[in-house]
């Protein structure tokens, strides 16, 4: 099945909302599909917009930063869809600005979009219920996550300079994420667990009619 010019400008705006590369999103087979889907949902005019505020963001180096509130609530709606095969439930004031008549409700395009969703090739996995991943998979070790600036490659979209200097010290893909970088207090990131005391055994806590 050809695909059409506005399938081909869909896809081409859709790589650097989704972090992936062309290819990806039309092996999905999905494009047609969800491009008739966003514009239903959205309207035709109020998405024609979005895409040209979309282009100029990109084409200036920001992201979705510079888009208004109800062009990036659709940005967040079209990269759900591509990850989920979902149409996502809308932002209420995002709705109520785009004037549409359309239920705001969450419902899956169709029922292939479903296996095609981006989500499982993100971890490389396979969509439950649909895809089995085969006798014996479980015992091979899965690959290791693409780094950020992997995906920017794949996808052909330049970092920032500010994330493309922080990116290049890093180091080399695969070493350990810095101390600076990990979740949780930063206190606690140079404690094992076996070194903190419990309750029972911090000093002066002794238990309730412990006489010992």
Known sequence: MAISADAREFVRSCVPLTGFAEYDLYGTGMAELYLDTAR????????????RAWAAAVEAGGGPEALSPTHLEIARAVTYL???GAWPRMAPAAHAALRREKANVEFVAAPAAYTEGLVWRTFDGHPAGAAPPGYGTWSVRPPR????????????????PEEAAEEAGEGAAGEAVPAAKLPGPLL???????TVPTAADAPGDEMPGDDT
Do not use: I, M, N
């Open 188 to 194: 606690a990131r140079g404690t094992a667990p076996s």
């Open 40 to 51: 239903a949902q959205v309207g035709e005019e109020h998405f024609a917009g979005f895409l």
């Open 82 to 84: 591509w990850y989920t």
């Open 145 to 160: 996550p693409r780094t950020l600036a992997e995906l920017r490659r794949e996808a052909g979209t330049d970092a920032p």
